[in-house]
């Protein structure tokens, strides 16, 4: 296998919580050596939440943090310590890349600023995942993932028709933000291998989820009009909607449903529809016969098929409508994707033994590279786990310099 | 100054959202795509709107302008044996291929790298598909709402427990096609790199379903871990996180630290109900939200929007408006960042579109043309670049293959 894309690129990831994880996740699974600096003082808030194995908590077992830090290496500092900012620069001069979503003006006030982090390394590349951007009346604003998604104004178009808005995703904008913000890194990188310049990226997550509104932001520009919530129907097309099914499960004291998802986009995939449903006629009659009349005889025609789904599980009626060439999807729990032969075929899964929490099963890299090969490499890291390590053999500090540092609390 | 991809040469074979995004993202910072529509009726995209005064017309679809400013356009018929072969011809001179044909219409024109790479050995090409080329999946149909079912995002989405006849609820619009996009559009810069530093082109296969799967944050791993499934009926872990309404509007309550729930209740006038003992702290406002819901319901109805956010984030809680389009536009903070651009399209009209994702300190992002008309650029891709004379163009033409 060739080299990987980011063979010899570090990258000094100052990033928590979830956008920039996310983010720095990708550059790991394409070949970068990603350093996470975190610090125990205040460790990353996705080491302290669920789940965790044997429902145990400890710092180095939670699955949130394990998926999103793998292939990663960390180092712990406390910057309240002498010689701790020392080691953070000494990573920025021996790195490609410098990334972090902290609220504005937080790496700035540490001395990590970009103006500071060039004059340690001129052609550094450095990007800040903020909620809001560098600039602007709101820029000193606090933002969280899951409030980014209503101020995007992805909510207030999502949601039940006559319902009030809704969450999508849960903190949609970050894994969004982060992805936006690993292409923008390479399209940087890209252009410093051709001309030797680094800059600096300000990523407002706003911003780049609004990118994702198109039809409702032109609705707007265009016609001065909102798009109304309309749950989980289509302007244009029906049937386009989640049905209910017959089977369900009880786990942890909640009842779980199971509910298929059908679409058919035009007449021949309503045909083949009906046909798989047992009532070709359905087709022919006028209230279905064209896209125009499913659209307006949407409710009855909702109600014919949930009856049909009604009668089955949501797997069967997904397999019989595949079978019949139409687009169906069971509505996913979890456990459904974990246990989904097709994502365990293309090898997408990531089983890799842990020293605390053993093996587990994590997402893998959504894409495929048919030279290069890349993907998840290492367990996400225990914390401060490669801090001897990035100390002496990246940074070229000796043994007694380490055990210094470590007797006054800077590698805490 | 020019975009950091300028002279990156890019062949766009998509439809609808995920490749045409990815060809966006690459365009907007200065790559030069050269777009293949369906002679006739082009991309299904021109026909889904929003339309000026909701009048469809396929040069002035909102979703396709967006979409496509930036490129060339051109017409050709992949499927037709010619139409093949002036496909070859163009990616015989390009860095990068991203399509989003299906394993199957793949299959039914011949597309594959094998095939294209003997033309092109230093060719990058991507397919943007929902389930991957490979897997018992490939063939199967899909659509923006199954692929988010499928996804496992769906199912966390939707009304709470006290409304389990409500399903499991997609997000507005056309998500999967975006997030397949923007992870093409990032494991294809991937593969440049490697192309510029090997000169060697690869396949490079993004699965939409597992571009989505990858994004449910903690939901997924509640499986492996703890086999607990996340479900829209089950309780939040921490509260408040809810969308709740205003006097005008509708704002999100987001107190996530313990030291922003503190700073709320006194921005309330810490009524006496805040110090009960049941809503002590963060796990146990989750575990008596409804209790704690009529509460906050009655007090926040008598704010404004606009008013409690400010107070709000004056006093560093994190709360959101739930903005409407009209409240973006209007937005004094987009203004100041400039993030609307306008757009001057000659048959559209000229209309505010999204501006930039993020901002590049040093390379620009710009539009340096509006979306093209069907076959706008025929001429100047087959004729001055392909060669072709103006008599077998309009032969091509006549016979449908461009």
Not at chain 2, 289 to 300: Q, S, T
Request: aromatic share 8%.
């Amino acid at each position: 296998m060739a080299k990987l894309p980011l063979e010899g690129v570090r990258v000094a990831d100052f990033t928590w919580v979830w956008a920039g994880p996310y983010c720095t996740l990708q550059l790991a699974h394409l070949g970068a050596d990603v350093i996470r600096i975190e610090t125990r003082t205040r460790p990353c808030v996705t080491r302290l939440l669920p789940p965790w194995p044997d429902a145990k908590p400890g710092i180095n077992r939670s699955g949130y943090f394990n998926q999103y830090n793998q292939g990663k290496r960390s180092l712990t500092l406390n910057y309240a310590k002498p010689g701790a900012l020392e080691i953070a620069k000494r990573l920025v001069a021996a790195s490609d890349i410098v990334t972090n979503n902290f609220a504005a003006g937080v790496m700035d006030k540490l001395g990590l600023g970009y103006e500071e982090l060039r004059k340690i390394k001129p052609d550094i590349i450095m990007i800040s995942l903020s909620g809001y951007g560098d600039t602007g009346p709101y820029h000193k604003y606090v933002a969280y993932g899951p409030a980014q998604v209503p101020l995007s104004g992805l909510s207030s178009l999502t949601g039940y028709k006559g319902w009030p808005p809704m969450q999508a995703g849960f903190s949609y904008a970050d894994p969004n933000a982060g992805v936006h913000g690993a292409f923008a890194l390479l399209v940087a990188l890209y252009h410093r291998r051709r001309t030797g310049e680094g800059q600096y990226i300000d990523m407002s997550q706003w911003e780049c989820a609004m990118g994702l509104l198109p039809e409702a932001i032109m609705d707007y520009t265009m016609n001065g009009h909102q798009p109304p919530r309309d749950g989980n129907r289509d302007a244009l097309i029906a049937p386009h909607g989640v049905f209910p099914s017959k089977d369900r499960f009880e786990n942890s004291g909640t009842m779980i449903d199971m509910w298929v998802s059908i679409v058919a986009a035009d007449d021949d995939d309503f045909e083949r529809l009906a046909r798989a449903m047992g009532n070709p006629d359905l087709a022919r009659e006028p209230r279905f016969a064209t896209a125009a009349a499913r659209k307006q005889n949407e409710d009855e025609l909702e109600t014919i098929i949930s009856a049909w789904t009604s009668e089955r599980s949501a797997a069967e009626a997904e397999r019989i409508l595949q079978a019949a060439g139409v687009a169906a999807a069971v509505c996913a729990p979890n456990k459904v994707v974990a246990e989904d032969d097709h994502l365990k075929e293309r090898n997408y899964w990531v089983y890799l033994e842990h020293p605390e929490v053993g093996v587990q099963q994590h997402c893998g890299m959504p894409w495929r590279m048919s030279r290069t090969g890349g993907g998840v490499r290492a367990p996400a890291p225990l914390i401060g786990q490669h801090t001897d390590e990035v100390l002496t053999k990246v940074l070229g500090y000796g043994a007694d310099e380490v055990a210094r540092l470590r007797e006054a609390g800077a590698l805490e | 100054m020019a975009g950091a991809l300028a002279g990156l040469k890019v062949v766009e074979l998509g439809g609808m959202v995920s490749a045409p995004y990815a060809a966006k993202l690459l365009a907007d910072v200065g790559a030069e795509v050269i777009k293949i529509e369906r002679p006739g009726a082009g991309d299904p995209a021109r026909r889904r709107g929003p339309f000026p005064g909701n009048a469809p017309h396929p040069e002035k679809s909102g979703l396709y302008l967006y979409l496509n400013a930036n490129k060339l356009g051109t017409t050709l018929d992949v499927s037709r044996p010619e139409g093949f072969a002036l496909l070859e011809r163009l990616v015989s001179d390009a860095d990068v291929l991203l399509h989003n044909l299906t394993p199957p219409e793949m299959d039914r024109i011949g597309l594959s790298f094998e095939r294209l790479s003997r033309v092109n050995p230093r060719l990058v090409m991507t397919s943007i598909t929902p389930w991957g080329t490979t897997g018992p999946k490939r063939n199967w149909r899909a659509a923006d709402l199954t692929l988010w079912s499928a996804s496992g995002i769906c199912y966390v989405n939707g009304a709470g427990a006290q409304y389990p006849e409500m399903p499991p609820l997609k997000a507005f619009g056309q998500q999967s096609g975006f997030q397949g996009g923007a992870h093409g559009a990032l494991a294809t810069m991937g593969a440049v790199l490697a192309q510029a530093r090997d000169g060697e082109g690869q396949h490079v296969d993004v699965s939409i379903y597992e571009s989505l799967t990858s994004q449910m944050e903690l939901f997924f791993e509640f499986w492996p871990y703890m086999k607990m499934v996340a479900s829209r009926l089950g309780q939040r872990p921490i509260q408040p996180l809810e969308v709740m309404e205003c006097a005008d509007g509708y704002i999100y309550v987001c107190c996530v630290e313990e030291h922003q729930w503190r700073n709320f209740v006194e921005l309330m006038g810490n009524p006496e109900w805040a110090g009960e003992e049941i809503f002590s702290d963060r796990l146990k406002r989750a575990a008596n939200w409804d209790a704690l819901k009529v509460f906050l319901e009655d007090w926040i109805k008598q704010q404004t929007v606009l008013d409690l956010y400010k107070k709000a984030q004056a006093r560093r809680v994190p709360f959101a408006p739930v903005s409407t389009m009209g409240d973006l536009l209007n937005s004094e903070h987009l203004k100041h960042r400039g993030f609307f651009v306008e757009i001057a399209h000659p048959v559209a009209g000229t209309y505010k579109y999204p501006g930039a994702p993020l901002k590049y300190g040093r390379t620009p992002w710009e539009i340096r043309r509006p979306a093209p008309t069907l076959g706008q650029h025929n001429h100047e891709v087959f004729g001055a670049r392909l060669g072709l004379g103006a008599n077998r163009i309009d032969e091509l033409h006549r016979a449908g293959v461009i």
